[in-house]
Nanobody
């Protein structure tokens, strides 16, 4: 069983930056494909980034990376926009990298990102 804990969210002005972290425990981190999703207010969960794809809305602004020695995956976000406001979730898949939420086996509890205009 893998546990995922996100951190790094907060309130930032438009144009600002944040780096989200997701610490994994309880499994072999390097064997999992990792991804980031988000849920904007009043909307469903949507794909943000994996190691093979980025959502069109974040391309060129968000970068996913991982440090297997630290069991951590990151999401660097720059040039943030109010529409990036959401709860951000990291997820782990025992299958290959995917943009489909249903293909992920484990989820974190989420971290709130709020971008003010």
């Amino acid at each position: 069983q893998v546990q995922l804990v996100e951190s790094g969210g907060g309130l930032v002005q438009a144009g600002g930056s944040l780096r989200l972290s997701c610490l994994a425990s309880g499994g072999t981190f390097s064997s999992y494909a990792m991804g980031w999703f988000r849920q904007p207010p009043g909307k469903g969960r949507e794909f943000v980034a994996s190691f093979t794809h980025y959502a069109d809305s974040v391309k060129g602004r968000f970068t996913i990376s991982r440090d297997n020695a630290k069991n951590t995956v990151y999401l660097q976000m720059v040039s943030l926009k109010p529409e990036d406001t959401a709860i951000y979730y990291c997820a782990a898949s025992s299958r290959s990298a995917t943009i489909v939420a249903g293909n992920y086996d484990y989820w974190g509890q989420g971290t709130q990102v709020t971008v003010s205009s």
